[in-house]
């Protein structure tokens, strides 16, 4: 269990880091804001990739569970960011999306 919570609370702040790194990029090009931004977006994304290392399982392994993450925080950015509550669909697969996480991540290792 403490396992779980280590590779789930990586991939959490794994994927803040991504997508602060293309939402300070989309501001710039969509809402006309500094470009200035594109700097934190370079460090953001140069912190995701970093953090991704942090795994000891394959690439393609880590990459495959990471997206279940990726897509609950995505989520949570769109409520808290963007302010659209999430609808109950998204929370339902949000759910399996975990769940998904967590067969691929905590597989028995042999």
Same mark, same amino acid.
């Given at each position: 269990m403490l396992e779980l919570l280590r590779v789930t609370?990586?991939?959490f702040v794994t994927a803040v880091m991504e997508i602060v790194g293309c939402?300070?990029?989309?501001?710039v090009l969509t809402q006309g804001r500094s470009p200035w931004l594109l700097a934190p977006a370079a460090l953001a994304l140069g912190a995701f990739a970093w953090l991704l290392t942090l795994h000891p399982s394959a690439a393609g392994r880590t990459y495959a569970a990471y997206g279940g !993450?990726? !897509?609950? !925080?995505a989520?949570?950015?769109l409520w808290q960011v963007d302010g659209i509550a999430p609808t109950r669909w998204d929370l339902?697969?949000?759910a399996v999306c975990l769940a998904g996480m967590a067969i691929i991540a905590l597989q028995p290792r042999g």
């Open positions: 609370g990586l991939f939402y300070l990029p989309w501001l !993450v990726y !897509v609950v !925080v989520l949570l950015w339902v697969g949000g």
